[in-house]
């Protein structure tokens, strides 16, 4: 369901809220990402004018008070980004489940002057927070009443302010796409996973993965979908009463089918039908005892909690910091608490209440055993990705009956490799086939497309792709311009009905150009679709491409690594060029995800001033006790000040002060293995795909059988656009397209530029992302996730 709501651009200023204050504090199980998002909110307060205070050891700390809230200030979060779990601590308090220990907590604020709280954690602290919110005019009442708060006081803080950000690699808050910690937790058990492969595949094995999720199975069905892995056990979709039977006969088919090695993945609050346990122990007595298989169990338990936040948690911790101070600083006594979450891409603000209660509908329907209610009530993306997950491991295709739809289509990739595109090939060839089509892959691109380096793909074709890195299609640049006449005849000599490109800005400027000849050629007047996949994310009609989160996430470990390095020695400032043509993506974002002190892009002049300024900055840091310094440079930000001529101003105007060193980090951001987020995205992208594919069969059917489109709609890019997945004629993109330097002419993430001003410490005035939805609206999206 599309929202309504109009987004009106609202810039804030520095000091815009002097003299206010608010306390920050993380509850529940820790989660990575935590750190990023305590740094955002404090940084965002001092940017306002306003007082900052942690309280250590969440709702523990506030019961008790004393030294457990403290005033925070900006050095207090230095160096934390990159740093799992939270560095104020975090607990689960039982005094916070009784009206005595809220009343303490409530005395304890009170006496400090708190009435704004920003709460990070879990669906618990949530819940928690919503009834202290609740309770909280009752609670001064009986304050007063034992006299240990005063009338004044009372009617000073009559209302508590609760702003809500998820933490929790659960993912099981209704209201958010992704909780702050999640694609971490993916990255841990996806690490985990493709290491079990290779032993497994030696000794013939088969797994058990036991992954957290005491309530939800988030975490197994995504690690299911980006592992491939044979077998899932989910709390909300329990395992029929006759699992044994269909888990040993999947497992055995695969084994006759020549699969050396089986993974299941069990989540640890996996139920059958009778809400009965199903553990991991279980699941392997039943593999030994039918299947006599050499079979072991890892539990991988906190490892999935710690680590080092992924680049997506940090910069979500970073965006929902920020605007959960501002959503603070915004309310009033009329205002209902909200939760700052993610939508598709979309900042929002949604209704605490909304959220917990329709969070505790899932618990519900789950205890009535009402399973379908409980998957519906995840949301739209996770009842599909289940559908999309359990069709995908499917071993053969459904054997048709009748008629099938017998479509022919064809994908290739034109471009760079990027991380994803193994998988959304998998993805696309399993969805076609298991609708009935023949699907071709046409192997090096445009030129393979012309030698003829076309082969049909069965469903085993593409097994294992999906963790698999680069292209195992093959890719190259080449454009099909003057080759028109060649590509024409072979689509009329594989009989294509259908073409997918995914690849880069090549692959879409590509596809417009066959598109734009369709009057000459009545070969190209079939259904086209291009799914971006580059690590520059420099494709128009989408926000997100396909390896640019694998990119981001190579060149964030890297600027880690970097500054690790100067630890322990004197004073040094990096300078580190990232790829990504014209396009400042890579820079700003790991700009954002690794605290870096600047970004400079082409899509931001710069002047000489600007960075005698951000040196002169960089030296008064320096001169307070700042260690290391960070800089990033888009490898095209500018002809003349290049990286080199960076790294020597500041060498040269830090003399005394700082060392510099340089690094240029070339194609090993291109990264090795795709991460959870860019293997589901191709996943799901793919599939979204065949969909249209169909759709746009069964609209531009003559009345001989054949397929003839000439209008612009059967010729799109797919993208994530704002809060949703998206196709869009390649046509419209044009007016949106610079194509000199090979860069959309707007950019969503340009916006986050004064943020990471704000959060080095530069003046910026901040424009605020988010928008206020229902927790209803906010479900029915399609989540990128
Ligand atoms: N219904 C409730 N009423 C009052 N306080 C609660 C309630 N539920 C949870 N809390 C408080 O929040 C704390 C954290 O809750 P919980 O242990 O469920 O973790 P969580 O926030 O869901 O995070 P995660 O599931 O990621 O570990 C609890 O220890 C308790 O102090
Ligand atoms: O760290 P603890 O208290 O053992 O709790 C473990 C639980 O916390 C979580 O990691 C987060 O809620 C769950 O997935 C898991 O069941
Ligand atoms: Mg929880």
Redesign the pocket.
């Given at each position: 369901m599309a929202t309504t709501t109009t987004v009106k651009q609202r810039f804030i200023e520095r000091g815009s809220h002097k003299g206010k204050g608010l306390a920050v504090f993380t509850?529940?199980?820790?989660?990575q990402g935590m750190n990023a998002a305590v740094r955002a909110c404090v940084r965002m307060a001092i940017y306002l004018g306003c007082k900052a205070y942690f309280i250590r050891e969440?709702?523990?700390g506030m019961v008790d008070g004393g030294d457990n809230i403290v005033e925070a200030n900006w050095a207090s979060v230095s160096s934390i980004i990159h740093r799992g779990g939270t560095v104020i601590g975090?607990?689960?308090?039982?005094?916070?489940?009784?009206r005595a220990?809220?009343l303490k907590a409530a005395n304890n604020l009170i006496q400090r002057g708190i009435s704004n709280l920003v709460v990070i954690?879990?669906?618990?602290?949530?819940?928690?927070?919503?009834?202290?919110r609740q309770e909280w005019s009752s609670l001064l009442d009986e304050l007063l009443k034992n006299g240990q708060i005063t009338e004044e006081q009372k009617t000073k803080y009559a209302v508590l302010h609760i702003v809500g950000m998820v933490?929790?690699?659960?993912n099981?808050?209704c209201g958010t796409d992704m909780?702050i910690?999640t694609d971490s937790a993916l990255h841990r058990i996806i690490e985990a996973i493709d290491a079990i492969v290779s032993t497994a595949y030696s000794h013939q094995r088969t797994f058990i993965m036991e992954v957290m999720g005491?309530h939800c199975g988030y975490l197994a069905l995504q690690a299911g979908m980006s592992s491939g892995s044979d077998y899932i056990f989910i709390p909300e979709d329990p395992a029929r009463e006759n699992w044994r039977e269909m888990l040993c006969e999947k497992l055995l088919q695969e084994r006759n089918a020549g699969q050396r090695l089986n993974i299941i993945i069990v989540a640890e609050g996996a139920i059958d039908r009778d809400g009965k346990p199903i553990s991991a122990e279980d699941i392997k007595k039943v593999v030994v005892d039918k299947l006599q298989q050499d079979t072991r169990i890892t539990v991988l338990g906190h490892v999935q909690r710690g680590g080092n936040p992924s680049a997506f948690d940090r910069v979500l911790g970073c965006r929902m910091g920020a605007e959960a101070t501002l959503a603070l600083m915004e309310a009033t006594s009329e205002s209902v608490p909200v939760v700052v979450s993610l939508d598709g891409n979309q900042a929002v603000r949604v209704p605490l209440m909304e959220c917990v209660e329709r969070t505790q509908a899932v618990a519900k329907a789950m205890a009535d055993k009402n399973w379908e209610l409980a998957v519906k009530l995840r949301g739209r993306s996770f009842e599909r990705n289940l559908e999309t997950y359990k069709m995908l491991t499917r071993l053969k295709p459904p054997k048709r009956e009748g008629q099938v739809s017998g479509y022919r289509l064809a994908v290739m990739h034109i471009g760079a490799p990027a991380c994803g595109m193994n998988a959304a090939v998998r993805s696309f060839v399993r969805n076609c086939i298991y609708r009935g089509d023949t699907v071709f892959g046409i192997h090096d691109g445009i030129e393979g497309l012309i030698a003829g380096n076309i082969k049909e793909m069965g469903w085993s074709d593409v097994t294992g792709w999906v963790g698999q890195g680069g292209a195992f299609l093959g890719t190259k640049r080449t454009l099909p311009e003057c080759k028109f006449n060649e590509i024409a005849a072979r689509l009329k000599e594989f009989k294509i009905q259908g073409l997918l490109i995914i690849g880069g800005f090549e692959a879409y400027h590509a596809c417009g150009q066959i598109a734009d000849q369709r009057a000459n050629f009545p070969e190209f007047c079939i259904p086209m679709a291009v799914i971006p996949s580059t690590i520059s994310n420099n494709v128009p009609g989408t926000e997100f491409s396909l390896g640019c989160d694998t990119g981001l996430n190579e060149i964030t470990e890297i600027c880690d690594r970097i500054r690790q390095s100067a630890q322990g020695t004197k004073r040094r400032v990096f300078v580190i060029e990232t790829m990504g043509g014209y396009c400042g993506y890579l820079a700003t974002l790991a700009g954002l995800a690794g605290g870096a002190d600047a970004a400079y892009i082409f899509e931001e002049k710069f002047s000489i001033k600007d960075l005698q300024q951000d040196v002169y900055h960089m030296a008064s840091k320096m001169a307070e006790g700042v260690q290391r310094g960070l800089i990033l440079r888009n490898e095209k930000a500018s002809e003349n000040y290049n990286t080199d001529f960076i790294y020597r101003l500041y060498s040269e105007e830090g003399k005394g002060l700082f060392s510099c060193r340089m690094n240029i980090l070339g194609h090993m951001q291109q990264g090795g293995s795709p991460t959870p987020f860019d293997r589901n995205m191709g996943t799901k992208m793919a599939a979204k795909c065949v969909d249209w594919f169909s759709e746009q069969f069964k609209n531009n059917k003559q009345a001989d059988g054949t397929i003839k489109c000439t209008n612009k709609e059967s010729a799109v890019l797919l993208g994530i656009v704002r809060r949703q997945y998206r196709f869009t004629p390649l046509a419209d993109l044009i007016a949106e397209t610079n194509f000199e330097q090979r860069i959309p002419k707007t950019q969503w993430w340009l916006k986050l530029r004064p943020l990471l001003r704000i959060l080095a410490k530069h003046d910026s005035a901040y424009e605020e992302e988010g928008l206020y939805i229902t927790v209803e609206e906010e479900c029915s999206t399609d989540a990128v996730a």
């Open positions: 509850s529940g199980g820790d989660s969440g709702y523990q975090s607990a689960r308090c039982m005094d916070f489940k009784q220990g809220r954690g879990g669906d618990g602290s949530l819940t928690g927070a919503n009834l202290f933490g929790s690699i659960d099981d808050f909780t910690g005491r």
